[in-house]
Nanobody, 125 residues
Framework: QVQLVESGGGSVQAGGSLRLSCALTPYMYNSYCFGWARQAPGKGREGVAALDSEGILSYANSVKGRFTITIDNAKKTLYLQMDSLKPEDTAMYYC???????????????????WGQGTQVTVSS
C-alpha cells in the first residue's frame, strides 16, 4: 500500500510558518527514503527536501536554512517545518516516498516513485 496523506497546508503571510505532516503506510515507511516536493502554477515539480535511512538530509537551495524535514518513527509520520515563508514558496506540496536516487547533503533532493495528493500552501506578501 503506497498511500501518502498530507496535511497542514494553508494560507500565511510572508515571514510566517507552517508545518506539513505526512502519514506513512508501513510499506512506504519501510522504504525509508522520503521527501517533499512542490509544484507552483505553470511550473514543473521541484524537489524540496529528502531524508534517507542513514539520516542524510537534502534540501533545495531555495529553501535551505528555512525548511526542516524530520520524521517521527514511532508515529511513522514525516514532517516539513517551513519558516520564514516567502510568496515564492506558494505551491502545492506533495509528500513523496521511495527515492529514485541517493540522498546527498550537497545535492538537490532526488526524484521519487510515489506521491501523495498534495496540500496547498499560499504565502501572501
Amino acid at each position: 500500500q503506497v498511500q501518502l496523506v498530507e496535511s497542514g497546508g494553508g494560507s500565511v503571510q510572508a515571514g510566517g510558518s507552517l508545518r506539513l505532516s505526512c502519514a506513512l503506510t508501513p510499506y512506504m515507511y519501510n522504504s525509508y527514503c522520503f521527501g517533499w516536493a512542490r509544484q507552483a502554477p505553470g511550473k514543473g515539480r521541484e524537489g524540496v527536501a529528502a531524508l534517507d535511512s542513514e539520516g542524510i538530509l537534502s534540501y533545495a537551495n531555495s529553501v535551505k536554512g528555512r525548511f526542516t524535514i524530520t520524521i517521527d518513527n514511532a508515529k511513522k509520520t514525516l514532517y516539513l517545518q517551513m519558516d520564514s515563508l516567502k510568496p515564492e514558496d506558494t505551491a502545492m506540496y506533495y509528500c513523496a516516498g521511495a527515492c529514485k536516487g541517493p540522498v546527498h547533503s550537497e545535492s538537490e533532493p532526488p526524484d521519487f516513485d510515489f506521491w501523495g495528493q498534495g496540500t496547498q500552501v499560499t504565502v501572501s506578501s
